[in-house]
Structure formats: structure tokens, C-alpha cells
């Protein structure tokens, strides 16, 4: 194992006689006391390309920050998860490089200003709540930047879409009987208000963010990209075409009166609250057989080519980039 040796010098260098050091155990962070100065001893637990992450590095990042030793976080769960990931910064970072993808510390700002505003809070507040939650305003500002990379990376993975051929979804519609069912089917669009991370207060002051855009006239699919905390809000909350008979009791009755182009109110639960949009009807009568058919092949489609690039996606992220790179793990 290769060992870095950094010093904490005060005011001018020190040389060390050689053997004033006795040798440090394998792996572990120690230190050795010269007169007048501390020498650290650090480890390398893990490079890429070469490029080193040393023990301390991986200390700094645990939540607590606190100093291990290569014994004990080569056993630690956290501290191995941790490495995990700053090895798939580093990877995503150099593979970024490579392909001359930037990103300015504009872009950062802007949106973490935007994360802000999404929770109804100014920026200093919204510092303020990072900090009760333990994370300082720096350390955010990293994972954003990472994100962001991460984004632009897989953007221009996924550069001219996925294909899905007719046969696929034929079979797709095949395996799942339920879509070509008759009888009264609508294609239903969602908004999503988490009350996780929200007191009551805040969460009706989100809803009521969420009315007023819609009240505005904003279109129902934008408002859900940038206010939903549904999984699906890329989409535009978008649920895809369900039979009415695949509903639960509670929204059937909010969404069967209602017409195309028209919502729900707020249906309110402990998870918090949901606003239903009814983009399209679709009934049991005959002519309408050949516009519910074309709709579900649409749907069907747009779902396979997302599962299609989330495959796509994963294998590059777990598989392609470690081919890609160099990558010595020690622990």
C-alpha cells in the first residue's frame, strides 16, 4: 500500500532526519509528532484513472465527518456506500471531461435559487433549513454541480431516442389484457404535493402555489413539471390511459364527473395532496374503439422507450463507464 505523507507546517518547512518516523500500520491514518510540527500519514483507498482518494477525503465525506482508519472503514457500511459514490463522481466527472462537457457556476445557482423557490423559501432561508438538516450550503452546491453533470452526460447518451417497433408493443399490449378491455377508460395527468419534509402549513401554502398557477391558465402538464413531487412530473404528471374500473373508490369519485380539460380538487390525504387533470375520455361505444386503440399504442410506446432508456442509462452508469476507466478499489 502506498502512503502520502502531508504536512501541517506553520510558518516555514521542517526537514525530518530520515528514521525519525517509525513506519505506520498498513492502511491507517496516523500522525507522528516532530518537535515544532504534525506530520499526517494519509491512505489511498481508491483511484481512478490514476487519480487518487485518500482516507481522509472519505472521512470528510461521512455524515459525521470523523477520522477512521483503513481497518475500520474498510467494515464500515456508510463508509463504503460514501466511496461508492465519490469513485462515480470521479468517473462521471473525467467521462464528462472527455466528451468537453462544462457546466458554469451560473447554472449551479440558478438552480439551486429555482430548488428554493419550488419550496416557498427565499435563499438565505433556504441555507438556513440546509443547515438543520446538517449540510452545509458548500457540500449541496457540489451535489448539484454533480447532478447537473450527470444530467448533461446522459442527455447527450440518449442523443436521438430510443426506437420501439410495433411488434413490441404488441406484445406489450398482449401481456397486459387489462388496456384492450372495453368500457369507459381516461388518459389522467397528475399533480403531486408530498407532505414529507412539510408541516400543514406549508403544504396548503403549496397547494395553494400549485391553484393559482392553474387559475392563471398555466397549461396543467407545465404546472406539474415545475411544482409536482410525483415521480412522474418529467412527464407532466402524466399517469398514461387507465380503465376507470383500475381506480381507487376515492379518485373514481373525483375524476367520473368531470369532462376532458377539467381537474379535481385537492384530494388531501397523510402523504399529503393530488389534483387529477382529465386530458381524454374514452367510452365503451364503438366509435370511439379506434381513438382509445390509438391512444394505448401511444402510451405503450412512450412507455417502453422510457424503460428502454432507464436500462440504457443504468448499464451505463454500473457497467460502461467502469470499462471506460481505470478503477483500483482498496477497501
Known amino acids: 500500500m502506498r502512503h502520502l505523507a502531508l504536512a501541517a507546517i506553520a510558518l516555514l518547512p521542517v526537514l525530518v532526519p530520515c528514521g525519525a518516523l517509525a513506519a505506520p500500520e498498513k492502511g491507517s491514518l496516523e500522525s507522528a509528532k516532530v518537535p515544532g510540527q504534525e506530520i499526517v ?4 483507498v481508491a483511484s481512478v484513472d490514476d487519480k487518487p482518494i485518500t482516507l481522509s477525503e472519505l472521512s470528510m465525506r461521512l455524515s459525521p465527518p ?32 472527455a466528451k468537453r462537457i462544462t457546466i458554469s457556476p451560473e447554472e449551479v445557482e440558478d438552480y439551486i435559487n429555482e ?24 457540500s449541496y452546491r457540489n451535489q448539484i454541480r454533480f447532478d447537473i453533470i ?44 408530498a407532505a414529507e419534509g412539510r408541516n400543514q402549513e406549508q403544504i396548503e401554502t403549496k397547494i395553494a402555489e400549485v391553484l393559482a398557477a392553474l ?23 402524466s399517469l398514461g390511459v387507465l380503465a376507470e374500473s383500475d381506480l381507487s373508490p376515492q379518485i373514481l369519485e373525483a375524476v367520473y364527473p368531470l369532462e376532458a380539460g377539467q381537474r379535481t380538487a385537492p384530494l388531501r390525504s397523510e402523504r399529503g395532496a393530488q389534483i387529477f387533470f382529465v386530458e381524454q375520455r374514452f367510452s365503451a361505444i364503438d366509435d370511439d374503439e379506434e381513438a382509445r386503440e390509438e391512444a394505448v399504442r401511444k402510451e405503450v410506446k ?3 422507450q422510457k424503460q428502454k432508456s432507464q436500462e440504457r442509462m443504468s448499464s451505463f452508469f454500473i457497467n460502461d463507464l467502469y470499462k471506460h ?7
Open 41 to 44: 500519514l494519509d491512505a489511498i
Open 66 to 97: 470523523g477520522k477512521l482508519s483503513f481497518k475500520e472503514a474498510s467494515k464500515d457500511q456508510e463508509a463504503l456506500k460514501v466511496l461508492d459514490s465519490m469513485i462515480l463522481e470521479k468517473l462521471v466527472e473525467l467521462e464528462a471531461a
Open 115 to 138: 430548488v428554493a423557490s419550488r419550496n416557498s423559501l427565499s435563499r438565505p432561508e433556504f441555507e438556513v433549513a440546509l443547515k438543520k438538516e446538517g449540510q452545509s450550503i458548500e
Open 150 to 193: 450527470r444530467t448533461k452526460l446522459m442527455s447527450s447518451m440518449m442523443h436521438g431516442g430510443v426506437s420501439v417497433s410495433d411488434g413490441e408493443i404488441d406484445e406489450y399490449i398482449a401481456a397486459h389484457p387489462e388496456l384492450s378491455q372495453s368500457g369507459t377508460a381516461l388518459k389522467l395527468l397528475v399533480i403531486s404535493i
Open 215 to 237: 387559475d392563471a391558465g398555466d397549461p396543467f402538464p407545465e404546472v406539474a413539471k415545475r411544482l409536482s413531487d410525483g415521480p412522474n412530473s418529467a412527464e407532466g404528471g
Open 302 to 304: 412512450a412507455s417502453l
Open 325 to 331: 476507466h481505470s478503477v483500483d478499489k482498496k477497501l
